[in-house]
Each structure stands twice: as structure tokens, then as C-alpha cells.
């Protein structure tokens, strides 16, 4: 059985920092880009971050990628998303996903709330 657990969440004024981390098991990590994204309410789903095991690319969206970076952990199949500089418009829920062609897991989300 495929698990992605993300942790990691809470609540944090404006300007603090958070790590989520995403802990996988069920799969070859190294076969799979894992990704966060985020939905905050009445907001579609969007992609915030990947990255591909086997090399450990990263990618990071733009609106946030002097804020975020994402890291992973072979030996833990874990991946983390560091988020520096927090604002109130990132609060949301964050989503592990984890997807290959033909393949496509997701986690059950942590809460991420900023105050101002």
C-alpha cells in the first residue's frame, strides 16, 4: 500500500518559518517525482514544489521560490518543504504528491495557517 504522510503544519505568524515533511513508503522512491502543492480555501490546488528522487532535481514555483526549497532524504524516503518568510496568503493545506507516468499518489495534508 502506497502512504505519503505529510506533517509538519501549523500555525506561525507572518515572517516565521515551517518544514513539512512527506515520509513515503509503498513505492521506489527513486521512480517517483514528489511534489507539494497547496489549496487554500475557495482556491484551486496548485503545484508549489518537486522533485525527482533519483537525482534530486528541484523545482520551486516562482511565487514562492526565494521563500521555499525542498530537500529529500534517500535513506528515510522522506521528502521536506522548508518554508522561510511565511505570509498570511500561504496559508492552506499542503499536499504530498507523488507521481510517475501511469501513477499518482497523494497524502492527506497538512494545515498551514500564517496570521498577520
Known amino acids: 500500500e502506497v502512504q505519503l504522510q505529510a506533517s509538519g503544519g501549523g500555525l506561525v505568524h507572518a515572517g516565521g518559518s515551517l518544514r513539512l515533511s512527506c515520509a513515503v513508503s509503498?513505492?521506489?522512491?527513486?521512480?517517483?517525482?514528489i511534489g507539494w502543492f497547496r489549496q487554500a480555501p475557495g482556491k484551486e490546488r496548485e503545484g508549489v514544489s518537486c522533485?525527482?528522487?533519483?537525482?534530486?532535481?528541484?523545482f520551486v514555483a516562482a511565487e514562492v521560490n526565494q521563500r521555499f526549497s525542498m530537500s529529500s532524504d534517500k535513506s528515510k524516503n522522506t521528502v521536506y518543504l522548508q518554508m522561510n518568510r511565511l505570509l498570511p496568503e500561504d496559508t492552506a493545506v499542503y499536499y504530498c504528491?507523488?507521481?510517475?507516468?501511469?501513477?499518482?499518489?497523494w497524502g492527506q495534508g497538512t494545515q498551514v495557517t500564517v496570521s498577520s
Open positions: 504528491n507523488a507521481q510517475k507516468p501511469y501513477n499518482n499518489y
Open positions: 509503498g513505492l521506489i522512491f527513486d521512480e517517483y517525482a
Open positions: 522533485i525527482t528522487s533519483r537525482d534530486g532535481r528541484t
